[in-house]
């Protein structure tokens, strides 16, 4: 692995399907992040991690949940997934808050 | 919140210049810039942490005015792989790191 890695690429979900997609990091990063991406909208924080054993919600974070249970992962789940959260999400880490980010390739995530 | 990015998007011919400003209604404690290609994830280009700071990087340079609550990229004499989206993102005090993403500047520059 080198630098940060997403997985799926892109899915495509039945509404009301439970789905994780995962986020890998092998720079030793202690912060980690979630973005969605939609078209017009920009990039906006869906859940964010400080350090391994915390998060916290950004902007967008109803319908979604995170852990971090140690320094390199950090998943993201849909409960119950609805077609609002069509979208590409980006998992992004840094070494520290406020510094620079990371991006990861992208997963396109497709609810019908 | 979420900053205001202008213009929306700018065509450019190779060697041309750009200006993109990013201007934020909040007090700022840092701005920073990322491209993004078509396809791809965005990618950093730079952080400026202080009022009235300004940075380069290659032909691309910014500023940042702290008392306006606004952050300037200048795209020097531009080159073909500048096309992308740019995006500011803004830290606000106390928001523990956190961006809050403008909606970007779509940047083509054509031959």
């Not at chain 1, 979630?34 to 990039?43: A, M, N, P, T, V």
């Not at chain 1, 991006?103 to 995530?109: A, E, I």
């Not at chain 2, 400003?21 to 701005?31: E, F, Q």
Request: proline residues 4%.
């Amino acid at each position: 692995i080198a630098g940060i890695t997403q997985a799926p690429t892109s899915q495509i979900l039945a509404a009301g399907r439970r789905m994780t997609l995962r986020c890998t990091q092998d720079m030793r990063h202690n912060a980690m992040y979630w973005y969605r991406q939609d078209l017009g909208l920009g990039l906006r924080l869906i859940h964010y991690s400080n350090t391994a054993g915390t998060t916290g919600k950004g902007e967008v974070p109803d319908g979604y949940s995170v852990s971090r249970a140690n320094t390199d992962d950090f998943p993201l789940t849909l409960a119950s997934a609805v077609p609002s959260q069509t979208s590409v999400y980006f998992c992004a880490s840094s070494g520290d808050m406020g510094h620079e980010q990371f991006f990861g390739p992208g997963t396109r995530l497709t609810v019908l | 919140q979420q900053p205001v990015q202008s213009p929306q998007a700018v065509i450019l011919r190779e060697g041309e210049d750009a200006v993109i400003n990013c201007s934020s209604s909040k007090a700022l404690y840092s701005v920073h810039w990322y491209r993004q290609k078509h396809g791809e994830a965005p990618v950093f280009l730079m952080i400026l942490l202080k009022g009235g700071e300004q940075k380069g990087h290659d032909k691309i340079s910014a500023s940042f005015n702290e008392k306006k609550q606004q952050s300037s990229l200048y795209l020097t004499a531009s080159q073909l792989s500048y096309s992308g989206t740019y995006f500011c993102g803004t830290e606000r005090g106390g928001s523990q790191g956190n961006l809050i993403f403008g909606k970007g500047t779509k940047l083509s520059v054509k031959p």
